[in-house]
T-cell receptor, first 111, second 118 residues
Framework: QKEVEQNSGPLSVPEGAIASLNCTYS??????FFWYRQYSGKSPELIMS????GDKEDGRFTAQLNKASQYVSLLIRDSQPSDSATYLC???????????FGPGTRLSVLP | GAGVSQTPSNKVTEKGKYVELRCDPI?????LYWYRQSLGQGPEFLIY????????DSGLPNDRFFAVRPEGSVSTLKIQRTERGDSAVYLC????????????????FGAGSRLTVL
């Protein structure tokens, strides 16, 4: 089992819709979870972090964490064409303290 | 500096050659991470430093890969006897610390060094 798994996509949604991105992880001891956005040819940039079970909202973005199910998700409301990018889920490992990234989900928001 | 700086931005080399990739982190950031990203994949962890020491080098694929950070700032990733499979974008990231808390958890990435081994 890979340490961090995501659906590779592509996920296509129409402009204005909600995009839902999912991630599962294997290390039960992990406490810190992140979503990065990566535009084609660019480096990843942090958009959300979440540490506690439940929802965390920041503008159009909501991160959801369920540690019992080892599941993290990202919702993007009112999706815009500028949201089209690859979204990377990252987990900070309990052992080693390094950050492990998933393969990313490519999101395409259609005008 | 203002951001994480990586040089060179592009490197084309021949199979079997030696390559060095350099990362200059954000000033004051004590933690520095190296990742490798192949097309269509997520970043793959290689090694991270806290200060001058390698805190975790478990991601280095084999003994052809080595990294140093002698003064706790600039880091160099060294690849010996390059192979075609080493072709990827090598990303460097830094964070304020490597412990707990916001400063430890915000990774800022450089633009990457694209390595092509012919």
């Amino acid at each position: 089992q890979k340490e961090v798994e995501q659906n590779s996509g592509p996920l296509s949604v129409p402009e204005g819709a909600i995009a839902s991105l999912n991630c599962t992880y294997s290390d039960r001891g992990s406490q810190s979870f992140f979503w990065y956005r990566q535009y084609s040819g660019k480096s990843p940039e942090l958009i959300m972090s979440i540490y506690s079970n439940g929802d965390k909202e920041d503008g159009r973005f909501t991160a959801q964490l369920n540690k019992a199910s080892q599941y993290v998700s990202l919702l993007i409301r009112d999706s815009q064409p500028s949201d089209s990018a690859t979204y990377l889920c990252a987990v900070r490992m309990a052992r080693g303290q390094n950050f492990v990234f998933g393969p990313g989900t490519r999101l395409s928001v259609l005008p | 500096g203002a951001g994480v700086s990586q040089t060179p931005s592009n490197k084309v080399t021949e199979k079997g050659k030696y390559v060095e990739l350099r990362c200059d982190p954000i000033s004051g950031h004590t933690a520095l991470y190296w990742y490798r990203q192949s097309l269509g994949q997520g970043p793959e962890f290689l090694i991270y430093f806290q200060g001058t020491g390698a805190a975790d080098d478990s991601g280095l694929p084999n003994d052809r890969f080595f990294a140093v950070r002698p003064e706790g700032s600039v880091s160099t990733l060294k690849i010996q006897r390059t192979e075609r499979g080493d072709s990827a974008v090598y990303l460097c990231a830094s964070s304020l610390t490597s412990g707990q808390g916001t400063g430890a958890n915000v990774l800022t990435f450089g633009a990457g060094s694209r390595l092509t081994v012919l």
